[in-house]
């Protein structure tokens, strides 16, 4: 059985930093590109981060940008979410994903899906 779980996720305050993880089980990571997503109250999936299965390439969207990091550690099939300068719009559920192909930035271009870590920022 493949599974992700998110966690790592919490209240802060603006301008605090959280690490999220996401732990798989049943499928090894290294093999495939993983992704973050997030989701606020009544809005769509958005796309946050990116990286390829070596680590070596990543990609991010534009409001993340010099405040995330995304990283893997393969060995203990991990992937994580470095969270710097959080600000009250990044209040949101995060999930991580296995990447299917196409389009990064698509949430039905990922599968296997976790359960999603609540981030919540405070001003």
């Known amino acids: 059985q493949v599974q992700l779980v998110e966690s790592g996720g919490g209240l802060v305050q603006a301008g605090g930093s959280l690490r999220l993880s996401c732990a798989a089980s049943?499928?090894?990571?290294?093999?495939?590109?993983m992704g973050w997503f997030r989701q606020a109250p009544g809005k769509e999936r958005e796309f946050v981060a990116t990286i390829s299965r070596s680590g070596g390439s990543t990609n991010y969207a534009d409001f993340v940008k010099g405040r995330f990091t995304i990283s893997r550690d393969n060995a203990k099939n991990v992937v994580y979410l470095q969270m710097n300068s959080l600000k009250p719009e990044d209040t949101a559920v995060y999930y991580c994903?296995?990447?299917?192909?196409?389009?990064?930035?698509?949430?039905?271009?990922?599968?296997?899906w976790g359960q999603g870590t609540q981030v919540t920022v405070s001003s």
């Open positions: 994903a296995f990447y299917r192909g196409g389009s990064y930035y698509i949430p039905g271009n990922y599968d296997y």
């Open positions: 049943g499928r090894t990571v290294s093999s495939y590109r």
